[in-house]
């Protein structure tokens, strides 16, 4: 069965340090992949989406993520992060590819410090 | 902007009741889906929609809940005899064909 993991659970950053928050996915094939952002008490959000083509997908709020097909990887980055973007982090992909069911990785909670 | 909205975004309801939770997805979605988090941990899938019928769930999903989508435009999610541990917050989410996913606010869903 496919699985999304993440390996960072808690990560604690100051402001203006770079971020890079690690996605693996277990299957191969087309994949499609996606960064969810959910801030304290509000829903989740679309940051970024790969489906396919440039591996390297830019996304809202100056966040950005790589495909690497090699490393069965989508990890999301950030050169420069801010107290705004304290909030819990969740990488999703297709159980399969082409099913209808998305699966989440266990999520990252990110605090940034002022 | 179109939105996936959910109501209510709270209910408290008593072990036992049965809670039906409203989701209007966006117009021209086709696929449709809910989803939970219970508080602290991950999200998790419990049931596709697509062409008036249930198109996959999860374990979670058991005869205790249902689906519908009784008017083209509503989906809901009904639990029949809420549990504790049914407690959470409840996602609704619908797409496009070959799109992401549009998620609501959620409805946090309290069983005492």
């Known amino acids: 069965a496919q699985s999304v993991s993440q390996h960072n659970h808690h990560v604690i950053l100051s402001e203006a340090a770079s971020l890079e928050l690690g996605c693996n996915y277990s299957?191969?094939?087309?994949?499609?992949l996606f960064w969810y952002v959910q801030y304290p008490g509000q829903h989740l959000q679309l940051l970024l989406k790969?489906?396919?083509?440039?591996?390297l997908v830019k996304g809202i709020k100056g966040f950005e993520a790589e495909f690497i097909k090699s490393k069965f990887s989508f990890n999301l980055r950030k050169p420069s992060v801010q107290w705004s973007d304290t909030a819990e982090y969740f990488c999703?992909?297709?159980?399969?590819?082409?099913?209808?069911?998305?699966?989440f990785g266990t999520g990252t909670r990110l605090k940034v410090l002022a | 902007e179109p939105e996936v909205t959910q109501t209510p975004s709270h209910q408290v309801t008593q072990m036992g009741q049965e809670v039906i939770l409203r989701c209007v997805p966006i117009?021209?979605?086709?696929?449709f889906y809910w989803y939970r988090q219970i508080l602290g941990q991950k999200v998790e899938f419990l049931v596709s929609?697509?062409?008036?019928?249930?198109?996959?769930k999860s374990e979670i999903f058991d005869d205790q809940f249902s689906v519908e989508r009784p008017d083209g435009s509503n989906f809901t999610l009904k639990i029949r005899s809420t549990k504790l541990e049914d407690s959470a917050m409840y996602f609704c989410?619908?797409?496009?064909?070959?799109?992401?996913?549009?998620f609501g606010q959620g409805t946090r869903l309290t069983v005492v």
């Open positions: 989410a619908s797409r496009r064909h070959g799109t992401e996913a549009f």
């Open positions: 929609f697509y062409n008036n019928e249930i198109s996959e």
């Open positions: 117009s021209n979605h086709l696929y």
């Open positions: 299957y191969g094939g087309t994949v499609n």
């Open positions: 790969y489906f396919s083509g440039d591996p």
């Open positions: 999703a992909g297709p159980s399969t590819p082409g099913t209808y069911k998305y699966i």
